[in-house]
């Protein structure tokens, strides 16, 4: 049984850093896409950030030059290092992981808030 296990949310100031986490388990992960979406109140879940196995990433024009997603493949981990946080980053963020074969793996999502 494939699970994700987020952690590294929580409230920050506007201006200030988060990095989370996310470590994949259950399964042997080849080929695959792992990443970020986010969903605030009210809205849509929308992609944050992507990253494939071969390293190619896609990140959302909001936050384009702020964020970085990284992985750690010894240990099937994604990683989003948030800087300039913004009171509109504030969402719940949800780990992503598409192996392909079936519908994406999400995480149970970790809350980020920004305050003014």
């Known amino acids: 049984q494939v699970q994700l296990v987020e952690s590294g949310g929580g409230l920050v100031q506007a201006g200030g850093s988060l990095r989370l986490s996310c470590a994949a388990s259950?399964?042997?992960?080849?080929?695959?896409?792992m990443g970020w979406y986010r969903q605030a109140p009210g809205k849509e879940r929308e992609l944050v950030a992507i990253?494939?196995?071969?390293?190619?990433?896609n990140y959302a024009d909001s936050v384009k030059g702020r964020f970085t997603i990284s992985t750690d493949k010894a240990k099937n981990t994604v990683f989003l290092q948030m800087n300039s946080l913004k009171p509109e980053d504030t969402a719940v963020y949800y780990c992503?992981?598409?192996?392909?074969?079936?519908?994406?793996?999400w995480g149970q999502g970790t809350q980020v808030t920004v305050s003014s």
């Open positions: 992503y992981l598409n192996i392909f074969t079936r519908p994406p793996y």
């Open positions: 259950g399964g042997i992960f080849n080929t695959v896409i």
């Open positions: 990253i494939s196995s071969d390293t190619n990433t």
